[in-house]
Protein backbone atom coordinates (compact mmCIF):
# COMPACT_ATOMS: atom_id res chain seq x y z
CA UNK A 1 0.00 0.00 0.00
CA UNK A 2 2.87 2.28 0.88
CA UNK A 3 3.97 1.80 -3.08
CA UNK A 4 0.43 2.79 -4.19
CA UNK A 5 0.99 6.08 -1.84
CA UNK A 6 4.17 6.90 -3.35
CA UNK A 7 2.92 6.67 -7.13
CA UNK A 8 -0.01 8.62 -6.46
CA UNK A 9 2.07 11.50 -4.52
CA UNK A 10 4.36 11.22 -7.66
CA UNK A 11 2.03 11.31 -9.80
CA UNK A 12 0.53 14.70 -7.73
CA UNK A 13 3.99 16.12 -8.31
CA UNK A 14 3.79 15.36 -12.47
CA UNK A 15 0.53 16.62 -12.82
CA UNK A 16 0.84 19.49 -10.28
CA UNK A 17 1.80 22.33 -13.08
CA UNK A 18 -0.87 21.17 -15.21
CA UNK A 19 -3.87 20.98 -12.94
CA UNK A 20 -2.44 24.09 -11.64
CA UNK A 21 -3.18 26.04 -14.84
CA UNK A 22 -6.43 24.06 -15.37
CA UNK A 23 -7.69 25.94 -11.93
CA UNK A 24 -5.74 29.00 -13.11
CA UNK A 25 -8.17 28.86 -16.10
CA UNK A 26 -10.83 27.90 -14.62
CA UNK A 27 -10.31 31.11 -12.02
CA UNK A 28 -10.14 33.66 -14.49
CA UNK A 29 -13.15 32.26 -16.50
CA UNK A 30 -15.74 31.31 -14.06
CA UNK A 31 -19.65 31.23 -14.84
CA UNK A 32 -22.80 31.32 -12.70
CA UNK A 33 -24.88 28.55 -11.49
CA UNK A 34 -26.95 27.10 -14.69
CA UNK A 35 -25.02 29.10 -16.97
CA UNK A 36 -21.54 27.07 -16.75
CA UNK A 37 -21.69 26.11 -20.63
CA UNK A 38 -17.87 27.54 -21.42
CA UNK A 39 -16.68 25.43 -17.84
CA UNK A 40 -18.49 22.08 -19.10
CA UNK A 41 -16.09 22.42 -22.66
CA UNK A 42 -13.06 23.22 -21.05
CA UNK A 43 -13.74 20.10 -18.94
CA UNK A 44 -14.64 18.11 -21.42
CA UNK A 45 -11.69 19.34 -23.72
CA UNK A 46 -9.45 18.05 -20.62
CA UNK A 47 -10.76 14.86 -20.81
CA UNK A 48 -9.90 14.26 -23.78
CA UNK A 49 -6.66 15.21 -23.44
CA UNK A 50 -6.50 13.02 -20.59
CA UNK A 51 -7.90 10.01 -22.82
CA UNK A 52 -11.00 9.37 -21.17
CA UNK A 53 -13.98 8.63 -23.32
CA UNK A 54 -17.74 8.03 -23.59
CA UNK A 55 -17.72 11.48 -21.25
CA UNK A 56 -21.37 12.84 -20.88
CA UNK A 57 -23.75 15.80 -20.10
CA UNK A 58 -26.03 15.94 -18.02
CA UNK A 59 -28.61 18.76 -16.69
CA UNK A 60 -26.89 20.87 -19.42
CA UNK A 61 -24.02 21.96 -18.26
CA UNK A 62 -23.12 18.83 -15.75
CA UNK A 63 -20.07 16.58 -16.65
CA UNK A 64 -20.10 12.86 -15.95
CA UNK A 65 -18.65 9.50 -16.76
CA UNK A 66 -17.54 6.25 -15.48
CA UNK A 67 -13.79 4.78 -15.11
CA UNK A 68 -14.40 1.51 -14.72
CA UNK A 69 -10.62 -0.18 -12.92
CA UNK A 70 -8.86 -3.47 -13.57
CA UNK A 71 -11.99 -6.39 -12.57
CA UNK A 72 -15.65 -6.12 -10.93
CA UNK A 73 -16.23 -4.36 -7.87
CA UNK A 74 -18.74 -1.92 -6.20
CA UNK A 75 -19.13 1.43 -7.82
CA UNK A 76 -18.47 5.13 -5.88
CA UNK A 77 -19.01 8.72 -7.12
CA UNK A 78 -16.61 11.48 -6.73
CA UNK A 79 -18.36 15.14 -7.05
CA UNK A 80 -16.61 18.09 -7.65
CA UNK A 81 -18.87 21.62 -8.17
CA UNK A 82 -18.33 23.83 -11.02
CA UNK A 83 -20.36 27.37 -10.46
CA UNK A 84 -18.96 30.60 -9.16
CA UNK A 85 -20.68 33.36 -7.36
CA UNK A 86 -21.58 37.05 -8.20
CA UNK A 87 -18.69 38.93 -6.47
CA UNK A 88 -16.31 41.38 -8.51
CA UNK A 89 -12.87 40.02 -7.46
CA UNK A 90 -10.53 42.24 -6.02
CA UNK A 91 -7.16 39.77 -5.96
CA UNK A 92 -4.36 41.06 -8.26
CA UNK A 93 -3.35 37.78 -9.87
CA UNK A 94 -2.12 37.17 -13.31
CA UNK A 95 -5.54 34.48 -13.05
CA UNK A 96 -7.60 37.54 -11.90
CA UNK A 97 -11.79 36.59 -13.10
CA UNK A 98 -11.90 38.05 -17.01
CA UNK A 99 -15.50 38.33 -16.46
CA UNK A 100 -17.07 41.23 -14.69
CA UNK A 101 -18.34 40.40 -11.84
CA UNK A 102 -18.73 36.78 -11.34
CA UNK A 103 -15.79 35.42 -9.07
CA UNK A 104 -14.94 31.74 -8.05
CA UNK A 105 -14.79 32.79 -4.43
CA UNK A 106 -15.77 29.54 -3.35
CA UNK A 107 -13.21 27.30 -4.33
CA UNK A 108 -15.34 25.73 -6.91
CA UNK A 109 -12.49 25.86 -9.47
CA UNK A 110 -10.14 23.89 -6.95
CA UNK A 111 -12.57 21.88 -6.37
CA UNK A 112 -13.56 20.96 -10.12
CA UNK A 113 -9.26 21.21 -10.89
CA UNK A 114 -8.77 18.80 -8.51
CA UNK A 115 -11.31 16.25 -9.59
CA UNK A 116 -9.96 16.13 -13.17
CA UNK A 117 -6.36 15.51 -11.23
CA UNK A 118 -8.22 12.96 -9.80
CA UNK A 119 -9.37 11.50 -12.86
CA UNK A 120 -5.96 11.12 -14.56
CA UNK A 121 -4.69 9.65 -11.47
CA UNK A 122 -7.26 7.16 -12.00
CA UNK A 123 -6.69 6.66 -15.14
CA UNK A 124 -3.15 5.94 -14.93
CA UNK A 125 -3.30 3.64 -12.24
CA UNK A 126 -6.41 1.69 -13.57
CA UNK A 127 -4.68 -1.50 -13.27
CA UNK A 128 -4.25 -0.43 -9.57
CA UNK A 129 -8.18 -1.01 -8.34
CA UNK A 130 -11.30 -2.65 -9.13
CA UNK A 131 -14.53 -1.72 -9.31
CA UNK A 132 -16.29 1.74 -11.04
CA UNK A 133 -15.85 5.17 -10.11
CA UNK A 134 -18.35 7.88 -11.28
CA UNK A 135 -17.24 11.31 -11.75
CA UNK A 136 -19.43 13.96 -11.09
CA UNK A 137 -18.79 17.83 -12.39
CA UNK A 138 -21.90 19.19 -10.88
CA UNK A 139 -23.55 22.70 -11.65
CA UNK A 140 -25.23 25.47 -9.78
CA UNK A 141 -23.88 24.43 -5.88
CA UNK A 142 -25.17 28.78 -4.90
CA UNK A 143 -28.10 28.68 -6.41
CA UNK A 144 -30.95 27.24 -5.30
CA UNK A 145 -32.69 24.56 -5.98
CA UNK A 146 -29.55 23.71 -6.66
CA UNK A 147 -27.69 21.00 -9.28
CA UNK A 148 -27.05 18.22 -7.04
CA UNK A 149 -30.82 17.85 -6.56
CA UNK A 150 -31.68 18.10 -10.46
CA UNK A 151 -29.01 15.75 -11.04
CA UNK A 152 -30.59 13.73 -8.93
CA UNK A 153 -33.89 14.06 -10.68
CA UNK A 154 -31.81 12.85 -14.31
CA UNK A 155 -30.67 9.78 -12.65
CA UNK A 156 -27.19 10.57 -11.67
CA UNK A 157 -27.21 8.21 -8.75
CA UNK A 158 -28.43 5.47 -11.19
CA UNK A 159 -27.12 2.99 -13.88
CA UNK A 160 -24.17 2.54 -12.31
CA UNK A 161 -25.87 3.40 -8.90
CA UNK A 162 -22.79 4.68 -6.54
CA UNK A 163 -22.97 2.84 -3.49
CA UNK A 164 -20.74 5.87 -1.49
CA UNK A 165 -20.21 9.69 -2.46
CA UNK A 166 -17.47 11.64 -1.82
CA UNK A 167 -16.99 15.38 -1.91
CA UNK A 168 -13.84 18.04 -0.87
CA UNK A 169 -14.39 21.75 -0.34
CA UNK A 170 -11.94 23.96 0.27
CA UNK A 171 -11.48 25.34 3.92
CA UNK A 172 -9.32 28.43 4.43
CA UNK A 173 -9.49 27.99 8.05
CA UNK A 174 -7.35 24.62 7.37
CA UNK A 175 -3.47 25.26 6.64
CA UNK A 176 -2.41 23.90 3.59
CA UNK A 177 -1.13 20.01 3.83
CA UNK A 178 -3.74 19.44 6.03
CA UNK A 179 -7.51 17.98 5.71
CA UNK A 180 -10.84 17.69 7.88
CA UNK A 181 -13.22 15.33 8.36
CA UNK A 182 -16.48 15.52 11.02
CA UNK A 183 -18.55 12.37 11.26
CA UNK A 184 -22.23 12.19 11.37
CA UNK A 185 -24.20 15.43 10.65
CA UNK A 186 -21.73 18.23 9.25
CA UNK A 187 -23.91 21.02 7.64
CA UNK A 188 -27.21 22.71 8.05
CA UNK A 189 -30.50 22.66 6.30
CA UNK A 190 -30.83 26.22 5.13
CA UNK A 191 -34.62 27.85 4.02
CA UNK A 192 -35.31 31.29 3.56
CA UNK A 193 -37.94 33.28 4.87
CA UNK A 194 -40.02 36.29 3.28
CA UNK A 195 -42.64 38.14 5.80
CA UNK A 196 -44.63 41.15 4.46
CA UNK A 197 -46.54 43.35 7.11
CA UNK A 198 -49.28 44.70 6.00
CA UNK A 199 -50.97 47.71 8.30
CA UNK A 200 -52.65 51.07 7.47
CA UNK A 201 -49.97 53.92 6.96
CA UNK A 202 -50.35 57.65 7.53
CA UNK A 203 -49.43 61.08 10.28
CA UNK A 204 -47.12 59.38 12.80
CA UNK A 205 -48.56 61.84 15.41
CA UNK A 206 -51.85 60.34 15.06
CA UNK A 207 -51.10 56.47 15.25
CA UNK A 208 -54.93 56.06 17.36
CA UNK A 209 -55.61 56.33 13.50
CA UNK A 210 -53.65 53.86 11.47
CA UNK A 211 -52.14 50.26 11.84
CA UNK A 212 -48.11 50.71 12.34
CA UNK A 213 -46.10 47.68 10.63
CA UNK A 214 -42.76 48.82 12.38
CA UNK A 215 -43.72 48.18 15.64
CA UNK A 216 -45.46 45.13 14.54
CA UNK A 217 -42.46 43.93 12.73
CA UNK A 218 -40.86 44.27 15.32
CA UNK A 219 -42.90 42.53 17.71
CA UNK A 220 -43.06 39.55 15.69
CA UNK A 221 -39.38 39.45 14.89
CA UNK A 222 -38.32 39.83 18.97
CA UNK A 223 -41.27 36.79 19.09
CA UNK A 224 -39.97 34.68 17.02
CA UNK A 225 -36.46 34.13 18.78
CA UNK A 226 -38.74 31.92 20.84
CA UNK A 227 -38.66 29.39 18.65
CA UNK A 228 -35.15 28.74 18.87
CA UNK A 229 -34.99 29.38 22.32
CA UNK A 230 -38.38 27.51 23.95
CA UNK A 231 -39.21 25.52 21.09
CA UNK A 232 -36.05 24.35 20.02
CA UNK A 233 -34.38 21.23 21.38
CA UNK A 234 -31.24 22.52 23.31
CA UNK A 235 -29.50 19.27 22.07
CA UNK A 236 -30.36 20.41 18.30
CA UNK A 237 -28.82 23.53 16.62
CA UNK A 238 -30.82 26.04 15.36
CA UNK A 239 -30.33 29.78 13.94
CA UNK A 240 -32.91 31.86 12.93
CA UNK A 241 -31.06 35.10 12.08
CA UNK A 242 -32.91 38.16 9.68
CA UNK A 243 -30.55 39.98 7.70
CA UNK A 244 -32.86 42.21 6.01
CA UNK A 245 -36.01 44.49 7.23
CA UNK A 246 -37.17 47.15 4.49
CA UNK A 247 -40.31 49.76 5.50
CA UNK A 248 -41.13 53.58 5.56
CA UNK A 249 -39.44 56.86 4.47
CA UNK A 250 -38.76 59.39 7.11
CA UNK A 251 -39.32 60.11 10.79
CA UNK A 252 -43.07 61.36 10.68
CA UNK A 253 -44.85 58.69 8.26
CA UNK A 254 -46.11 55.32 9.24
CA UNK A 255 -45.72 53.22 6.47
CA UNK A 256 -48.16 50.89 4.66
CA UNK A 257 -46.04 47.80 4.84
CA UNK A 258 -42.76 45.92 6.40
CA UNK A 259 -40.97 43.47 4.09
CA UNK A 260 -38.42 40.76 6.38
CA UNK A 261 -35.90 38.57 5.02
CA UNK A 262 -34.07 35.65 7.11
CA UNK A 263 -32.76 32.56 7.13
CA UNK A 264 -33.57 29.09 9.02
CA UNK A 265 -31.46 26.77 9.83
CA UNK A 266 -31.01 23.23 11.44
CA UNK A 267 -30.07 19.36 11.51
CA UNK A 268 -33.15 17.95 11.87
CA UNK A 269 -35.67 17.28 9.07
CA UNK A 270 -38.97 17.23 11.27
CA UNK A 271 -38.15 19.72 13.32
CA UNK A 272 -37.56 21.80 9.98
CA UNK A 273 -41.13 21.58 8.79
CA UNK A 274 -41.87 22.23 12.34
CA UNK A 275 -39.97 25.00 12.56
CA UNK A 276 -40.96 26.75 9.53
CA UNK A 277 -44.74 26.02 10.26
CA UNK A 278 -44.23 27.95 13.74
CA UNK A 279 -42.68 30.28 11.92
CA UNK A 280 -45.90 31.19 9.85
CA UNK A 281 -48.60 30.75 12.74
CA UNK A 282 -46.80 33.06 15.36
CA UNK A 283 -45.84 35.84 12.59
CA UNK A 284 -49.30 35.86 11.20
CA UNK A 285 -51.04 35.55 14.07
CA UNK A 286 -49.44 38.21 16.48
CA UNK A 287 -49.79 40.51 13.35
CA UNK A 288 -53.69 39.73 13.33
CA UNK A 289 -53.61 40.34 16.83
CA UNK A 290 -52.77 43.90 16.03
CA UNK A 291 -54.64 44.46 13.58
CA UNK A 292 -52.47 44.01 10.21
CA UNK A 293 -51.87 40.87 8.14
CA UNK A 294 -48.71 39.01 7.49
CA UNK A 295 -47.80 37.31 4.42
CA UNK A 296 -45.24 34.81 4.95
CA UNK A 297 -43.03 32.66 2.16
CA UNK A 298 -40.36 30.06 2.71
CA UNK A 299 -37.91 29.27 -0.41
CA UNK A 300 -36.89 25.81 0.68
CA UNK A 301 -33.03 25.55 0.72
CA UNK A 302 -30.28 22.63 0.98
CA UNK A 303 -31.52 19.48 3.76
CA UNK A 304 -28.78 19.21 6.40
CA UNK A 305 -25.97 16.98 5.48
CA UNK A 306 -24.43 14.00 6.85
CA UNK A 307 -21.47 12.00 6.48
CA UNK A 308 -22.01 8.41 7.31
CA UNK A 309 -20.12 7.50 9.99
CA UNK A 310 -18.51 4.55 8.89
CA UNK A 311 -17.38 5.66 5.63
CA UNK A 312 -16.48 8.91 6.54
CA UNK A 313 -14.37 6.76 9.53
CA UNK A 314 -12.63 4.78 6.53
CA UNK A 315 -11.62 8.00 5.29
CA UNK A 316 -10.18 9.28 7.73
CA UNK A 317 -7.98 6.20 8.18
CA UNK A 318 -6.85 6.37 4.72
CA UNK A 319 -6.28 9.99 5.33
CA UNK A 320 -3.96 9.60 7.59
CA UNK A 321 -1.86 6.91 6.10
CA UNK A 322 -1.45 9.28 3.14
CA UNK A 323 -0.81 12.54 4.82
CA UNK A 324 0.07 11.33 8.25
CA UNK A 325 -2.25 11.74 11.40
CA UNK A 326 -1.26 15.32 12.41
CA UNK A 327 -2.49 16.72 9.47
CA UNK A 328 -5.96 15.51 9.50
CA UNK A 329 -8.19 17.14 11.71
CA UNK A 330 -11.48 16.74 13.04
CA UNK A 331 -14.30 19.30 12.66
CA UNK A 332 -16.82 21.18 14.35
CA UNK A 333 -20.50 21.30 13.31
CA UNK A 334 -21.10 24.06 10.44
CA UNK A 335 -24.26 26.07 10.18
CA UNK A 336 -23.83 26.82 6.55
CA UNK A 337 -25.34 24.76 3.92
CA UNK A 338 -24.23 23.05 0.90
CA UNK A 339 -26.19 20.97 -1.92
CA UNK A 340 -23.48 17.97 -1.14
CA UNK A 341 -26.15 17.42 1.33
CA UNK A 342 -28.77 15.74 -1.44
CA UNK A 343 -26.67 13.39 -2.10
CA UNK A 344 -25.85 12.48 1.96
CA UNK A 345 -30.08 11.18 2.19
CA UNK A 346 -29.55 8.68 -0.17
CA UNK A 347 -25.77 7.39 -0.78
CA UNK A 348 -22.99 6.74 1.98
CA UNK A 349 -21.30 10.18 1.89
CA UNK A 350 -18.58 11.96 2.84
CA UNK A 351 -18.10 15.51 2.49
CA UNK A 352 -14.24 16.75 3.63
CA UNK A 353 -12.20 19.65 3.77
CA UNK A 354 -9.24 20.69 2.17
CA UNK A 355 -6.70 23.01 3.64
CA UNK A 356 -5.92 26.12 1.58
CA UNK A 357 -4.50 28.67 4.38
CA UNK A 358 -0.91 30.00 4.41
CA UNK A 359 -0.59 33.10 6.59
CA UNK A 360 2.97 33.68 5.18
CA UNK A 361 1.84 34.22 2.21
CA UNK A 362 -0.84 36.46 3.11
CA UNK A 363 -3.70 33.76 2.13
CA UNK A 364 -6.52 34.12 5.12
CA UNK A 365 -9.28 35.28 3.49
CA UNK A 366 -12.68 33.64 3.56
CA UNK A 367 -15.32 32.00 1.26
CA UNK A 368 -17.64 34.32 -0.72
CA UNK A 369 -15.09 36.93 -0.04
CA UNK A 370 -13.57 39.38 -2.88
CA UNK A 371 -9.29 38.48 -1.71
CA UNK A 372 -10.38 35.03 -1.31
CA UNK A 373 -7.64 33.05 -2.69
CA UNK A 374 -5.60 29.52 -2.15
CA UNK A 375 -2.33 28.28 -1.53
CA UNK A 376 -2.21 26.31 -4.94
CA UNK A 377 0.31 24.11 -3.63
CA UNK A 378 -2.82 22.27 -1.58
CA UNK A 379 -4.35 21.14 -5.19
CA UNK A 380 -1.36 18.34 -5.06
CA UNK A 381 -3.18 17.12 -1.94
CA UNK A 382 -6.38 17.65 -3.42
CA UNK A 383 -5.98 15.72 -6.45
CA UNK A 384 -3.49 12.85 -4.91
CA UNK A 385 -5.87 12.60 -2.01
CA UNK A 386 -9.11 12.23 -3.65
CA UNK A 387 -7.84 9.48 -5.77
CA UNK A 388 -6.21 7.06 -2.77
CA UNK A 389 -9.66 7.54 -0.52
CA UNK A 390 -11.26 6.41 -3.87
CA UNK A 391 -9.20 3.23 -4.14
CA UNK A 392 -8.72 2.35 -0.50
CA UNK A 393 -12.47 2.21 -0.81
CA UNK A 394 -12.75 0.15 -3.28
CA UNK A 395 -10.04 -2.30 -2.06
CA UNK A 396 -12.18 -2.31 1.53
CA UNK A 397 -15.50 -3.52 -0.70
CA UNK A 398 -12.82 -6.49 -1.99
NI1 LIG B 1 -18.79 26.17 -2.07
Not at 247 to 274: A, H, L, Q, S, Y
Not at 357 to 362: D, F, I, V
Request: with cysteine; net charge negative.
Amino acid sequence: MNDLIQKIKSLSEDYYEEIKEVRRHLHANPELSFEEHNTASFIEQKLEEFGIQEVHRIAETGVTFCLEGNGKGKTIALRADIDALPITEENDVSYCSQNDGVMHACGHDVHTANLLGAAKILNELKDHWTGTIKFIFQPAEEKSPGGASILIKEGILENPKPENILGQHVMPLIDAGKVGFKKGKYMASADEIYLTVKGKGGHAAMPENFVDPIAITSQIIVSLQQIVSRFANPKMPTVLSFGKIAGGTITNIIPDEVKVEGTFRTFNEEWRKEALEKIRKMATSIAESMGASCEVSFAPGYPFLINDEDYTERNIEAAKKYLGAENVEELDLWMAAEDFASYSHRVDACFYRLGTRNEEKGITSGVHTPTFDIDETSLKIGMGLMAFLAIEELEFSQ
